[in-house]
């Protein structure tokens, strides 16, 4: 078994560390504001921190192979993600936001990853997508890493003051090409209301949920509505922070089978796991 480290996130760091107003999706009127980076948004060298990756697996039990790989911020020589989180404001985290990004797929391109890469976003840092993703997509094809191989995750714990305008966003993500994915999904703001405005690829079952499920009926009970939820809108499932085979056993019998965490691997700084790095996997059946 891993041990297990804390696993954060950009945008939950900095609910923290910035003004509550600040903390927002921006809504449409505000478009007009956003930020000319005069095409310098993916240079990270122009931070005034360095930051690198750790790439965590995400399981498919049913085809028994590789997934995806979510990106997690680290630091420069594998520090915790608060040192570099930290360092991050109002001021540059637009810019934060754009590098994160490149330096993802840069280097997941440079370990030939194989499977999807899953990206955390900040919707607060999306003014217009269409313009905020140019960036991204001269990365992609600049590296040859395929656009239908990123998907984007945003965190449904913000607290959201437009959650149309946040479905507009990802509704354009999805046109481009990439694939979308609301995280932590059940821990925080919108909920139902997001998924009812919008359908993202795929839904993250939030830790919480998942912690100890085979032994919580009402979390089993939870889980299993929302499961049926997204079967209708044809939206797959990941279920995070998966620790004991028991909590995985109980999630295949409620028809999960892609699954993130400890109990398969922790996130590897600058690598990719590979089945045969699995910590753990249940018996074919």
Sequence with gaps: MFRRTPKVRPMLKLRRTMNSRNFKIVPRAAAKEAPDCGG????????PFSFSYAFQPIVDLNARELFAH???????????ALTV???????????????????AIKTAARLAMKTRLSINFMPNAIYRPEVCIRT?????RATGFPIEQIMFETVEGEEISD??????VLSEY???GFLTAI??????????????????DIVKLDMGLIRDVDQRPARQAIVRGVARICAELDIRIIAE?????????????????LMQGFLFSPAIFEGTGSIASLGWMPPQT
């Design 40 to 47: 310098e948004c993916g240079d990270s060298d122009r931070l």
């Design 70 to 80: 979510e990106a997690l911020v680290r630091g420069p020589k594998g520090e915790g």
């Design 85 to 103: 989180l930290e360092q991050v404001n109002e001021a540059n985290r637009y810019r934060f936001d754009q590098a994160c990004r490149v330096k």
């Design 136 to 140: 991204t997509l001269e990365t992609a």
């Design 163 to 168: 959650a149309k305008w946040l479905a507009e």
């Design 174 to 176: 999805q046109r481009i």
């Design 183 to 200: 995280d932590d999904f059940g821990a925080g703001y919108a909920g139902l209301n997001l998924l009812a405005d919008f359908q993202p």
């Design 241 to 257: 922070g998966v620790e004991r085979a028991d909590e995985c056993r109980c999630l295949q019998d409620l028809g999960i089978s």
